[in-house]
Each structure stands twice: as structure tokens, then as C-alpha cells.
């Protein structure tokens, strides 16, 4: 069988959950750090997994599966995407959970922009998915609440902050954002990247 197409039957299998052909293909040699059209393997796996709705069940599984097989989460493609970048748009915790203990550093992979990393992209997609509207005019990308000077004290003095903010108005928690802080996300300020 031709790599390619044991490339797209790994894909197929894992989309499906089918941990039994998963296996199988790779102890028959699959490659699991391998691009498919400039982007991993993982990272395909994770978005199309976490672009269904419902996410399937068995998605954290599969790509626990893939992480014990030897997929590496740290694996970017040819724009520096992994698979913690695909979860992180969707805002899927119990992935990037996965992700994370599975070895992904967050630290190590890029943000939107050259001069951010990947936390200053999620905190920034937060706001723009929270409280772009209908909370405020377009563009503002702030809750409702103005902010204290002791809530902009440091990254994670904001993360409290948006946390209140969500609940008081109702709209989705930051939790992702706590998840990655809690594997020691930090921005490009903190890591001293922005001087």
C-alpha cells in the first residue's frame, strides 16, 4: 500500500474511531508525523474531530491513541500549525487537555502574528468570539465591564477578570484559558519577547 494511502486510511480510521485499524496501520509502519496537504496528521485528526457537532466521544481517546503511538503534538505544518492550535479556535478543553499532557508545549508555538504566542492568540480569539457582539459596538472586543487597574496588574489578574465578567453576563467561560495557564502558557510579554 502506497504511504499516501495509508496516510488517508489513518486519517479515515481515526475520524471514524476506529482505535482497532488505528493501531493496525500503525504497527504496520504508518507514519504518524506526516503532512497531509501542509498540515500534520494530529492536527488534521483534531479539527476535523472537534469541527463536528457534537464533538464524538471518543475524540479525547483517539487522540490520546495517536499520542501514545508516536504522534508528536509538538509537530507543526508548513504554516506552524499544530494540533493545539485547531483545538484552541474551537475552544475545546477536554482536547487540548489531551494535547497538553500528551506533551504539547504552548510555549513553543507561534501566535497569529510573529510577535505573539500562541496564548496571546487565544486570549485575543476569546474576546473576539465573547464579546465582539452583541455585548459592545463592533471592534471594541471588551465586556461590558471596564476593567479595574488591579484587573490589568497581570495576565492573570485579566484572566480573572474575563472569568467575572462571563458569569455576570452570561457568556462563555474562559476555561481554555485557565487550561493553558495552568500548563504554563504565558504571552510574549511575560516570556519577554516584546521588548
Known amino acids: 500500500m502506497a504511504n499516501d494511502t495509508i496516510t488517508q486510511e489513518l ?8 482505535f482497532e485499524r488505528v493501531r493496525q496501520l500503525a504497527q504496520a509502519g504508518a507514519d504518524l508525523n506526516v ?23 471518543f475524540s479525547a481517546d483517539m487522540l490520546r491513541l ?11 505544518g508548513d504554516e506552524g500549525a499544530t494540533a ?18 500528551g506533551g504539547a508545549e504552548p510555549n513553543g508555538m507561534p501566535g497569529f502574528s510573529p510577535d505573539e504566542t500562541l496564548y496571546d492568540w487565544a486570549e485575543f480569539d476569546y474576546r473576539y468570539s465573547t464579546w465582539d457582539e452583541p455585548f459592545e459596538p463592533l ?6 465591564d471596564a476593567p479595574t487597574a488591579t484587573d490589568k496588574a497581570n495576565e492573570d489578574a485579566w484572566l480573572l477578570y474575563l472569568d467575572r465578567c ?14 493553558l495557564r ?7 510579554e511575560e516570556l519577554g519577547r516584546n521588548r
Open 11 to 18: 486519517l479515515a480510521a481515526a475520524a471514524a474511531g476506529d
Open 35 to 57: 503532512l497531509i496537504g501542509g498540515d500534520t496528521l494530529l492536527d488534521r485528526v483534531t479539527f476535523d474531530l472537534a469541527m463536528e457537532e457534537p464533538v464524538p466521544a
Open 66 to 76: 495517536l499520542i501514545q503511538l508516536g504522534a508528536d503534538p509538538n509537530f507543526a
Open 84 to 101: 493545539l492550535h485547531s483545538a484552541m479556535l474551537k475552544q475545546n478543553v477536554e482536547l487540548m487537555r489531551v494535547l497538553l499532557e
Open 139 to 144: 471592534g471594541s472586543l471588551m465586556p461590558p
Open 166 to 179: 462571563a458569569v455576570k453576563h452570561g457568556a462563555r467561560r474562559p476555561d481554555y484559558l485557565f487550561l
Open 182 to 188: 495552568e500548563f504554563g502558557a504565558r504571552t510574549a
